[in-house]
């Protein structure tokens, strides 16, 4: 069934139309879809923004970035995920995974039921 989109949610171009971004009540802004998506599909590709250790350590950790980075697996940096990267899941038990890639400094989401 289609999802009811609402006023205040963010909706994506044609690649990505069945993703609508909304405000979960308490839990804070999300990713919702209003389609069916199957276990294992690819979701989102979201490149990075890396801090070096220091300049996290005296910025970023003292900022509501904080709570949306991620431990980047190389030189001990951290990693913003922009565009939708950062306001996936925060579940206990997430329905969406997540993949560094490195090489192309982006992160690669897929749907897991």
Same mark, same amino acid.
């Given at each position: /069934?289609?999802? $009811? *989109?609402?006023? &205040?949610?963010?909706?994506?171009?044609?690649?990505?139309?069945?993703?609508?971004?909304?405000?979960?009540?308490?839990?804070?802004? !999300? @990713?919702?879809?209003?389609?069916?998506?199957?276990? &294992? +599909?690819? @979701?989102? %590709? #979201?490149?990075?923004?890396?801090?070096?250790?220091?300049? =996290? $350590?005296?910025?970023?950790?003292?900022? %509501? @970035?904080?709570?949306? /980075?991620? *431990?980047?697996? *190389?030189? !001990?940096?951290?990693?913003? +995920?922009? !565009?939708?990267? #950062? %306001?996936?899941?925060? +579940?206990?038990?997430?329905? @969406?995974?997540?993949?560094?890639?490195? $090489?192309?400094?982006? %992160?690669? =989401? +897929?749907?897991? #039921?």
């Amino acid at each position: /069934t289609q999802e $009811e *989109k609402l006023a &205040g949610d963010l909706i994506f171009p044609k690649e990505q139309e069945h993703l609508i971004v909304r405000n979960i009540g308490d839990k804070g802004r !999300g @990713v919702i879809t209003c389609k069916f998506i199957s276990s &294992g +599909a690819l @979701v989102n %590709i #979201s490149p990075v923004l890396l801090f070096g250790k220091e300049e =996290y $350590e005296q910025h970023g950790k003292h900022t %509501i @970035v904080d709570h949306y /980075t991620f *431990k980047w697996p *190389k030189g !001990g940096m951290m990693a913003l +995920a922009l !565009g939708l990267g #950062s %306001i996936f899941n925060h +579940a206990k038990h997430p329905n @969406v995974g997540f993949k560094f890639d490195t $090489e192309a400094q982006s %992160i690669r =989401y +897929a749907f897991y #039921s």
